[in-house]
């Protein structure tokens, strides 16, 4: 007897959900705004999304499927990350519904845009930050066995940054100020950055 439930996923989780989400969680939100050829500006939250690199700066997001994020940071080359905070939790998620392409995702979910300075998507006005990425890397996932999975890591160096000062302490960014969303497991979780749940600790020498 072991205390450990263990599964091979390709057989199945054996459990009342699948844990794998709620276990790599929570993550951060990816609110990517794209245009597309017509100039249509699209907007959807995705939670595969983290950074991968400093210099320069690499992020990235997982497509489950191609969806309409994908095929405009492929064809334009561009995109922009959009902070999904505690306030903007509402239209985060309105903007993750099935919408025909050529509907504005902006203004079904009632959010104002701002134009960006280095790309042609816009940003999401009302959110504390966003990057302004050009796509650098577009990676179809395989398995194991090196088959091909109906799945895309979209990455893109960020070659613009626009922070809300008040953000800013003495010109440190304050990551709990902006009250991040973070997406739990199920159908319906998340978590918010606090500062109460934040602790510090050094790297060994
Ligand atoms: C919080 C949240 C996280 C999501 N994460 C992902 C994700 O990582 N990958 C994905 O393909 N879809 C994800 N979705 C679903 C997409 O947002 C949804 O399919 C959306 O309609 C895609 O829009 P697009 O076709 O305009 O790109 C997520 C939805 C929500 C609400």
Known sequence: MTNYHFYRPIDGHGLAHNPFNAIIAPRPIGWISTVDRDGVAN???????NAFNYVPPIIGFASIGAKDSLRNAREMGEFVWNLASYDLRSPMNESAAPVDAEIDEFARAELAKTA???VTPPRVAASPVSFECKTSQIVQLQNADGDEVDSWLVMGEVVGVHIDKAML???VYQTARAKPIMRGGGPADYFVVEEASKFAMDRPE
């Open 116 to 118: 960006s300075r280095c």
């Open 43 to 49: 907007l959807a939250p995705y939670s595969f999304f």
């Open 169 to 171: 302490e003495n010109g």
